[in-house]
């Protein structure tokens, strides 16, 4: 299930550089990780995850243009999953930062995920 900060007066942060170039999958499996990926304004409440149960798989990237994740999805194999990514790019031609964030049945935090991104465009 895709997890989505709309409607809530919170917005993700920006990862590190790090985060950004590594495109690896995080995993988050508690509400005090996940607060260092978002942040909240007037006392804004983000979505609420059962950790006990769920963990969230956030993953972010570069591109060499504006591009928003559209699908996400994550199958798993037997050494471990593959997280599949989407992107929809748009018109400008600027170095763009995203992120994209799922709910999962519970992770341990060593699993491992391995990320395939695509990108599709309209002719």
């Not at 992120?99 to 395939?116: H, M, N, P, Y």
Request: aromatic share 14%; net charge negative; hydrophobic share 35%.
């Amino acid at each position: 299930m895709e997890y989505s900060l709309q409607n809530v007066s919170c917005q993700w942060k920006h990862g590190t550089d790090r985060d950004f170039y590594d495109r690896q999958p995080i995993i988050i499996n508690s509400d005090e990780e996940l607060q260092n990926y978002i942040s909240c304004s007037d006392d804004g409440n983000y979505p609420a995850i059962d950790f006990t149960k769920y963990s969230m798989i956030l993953v972010c990237g570069l591109a060499l243009h504006q591009v928003i994740p559209d699908h996400i999805s994550l199958y798993q194999f037997s050494t471990g999953y593959v997280l599949n990514v989407n992107l929809k790019p748009y018109d400008l031609a600027v170095v763009q930062k995203w992120q994209s964030a799922i709910i999962v049945d519970k992770l341990a935090e060593e699993t491992i995920i391995e990320l395939k991104i695509t990108e599709y465009f309209y002719c």
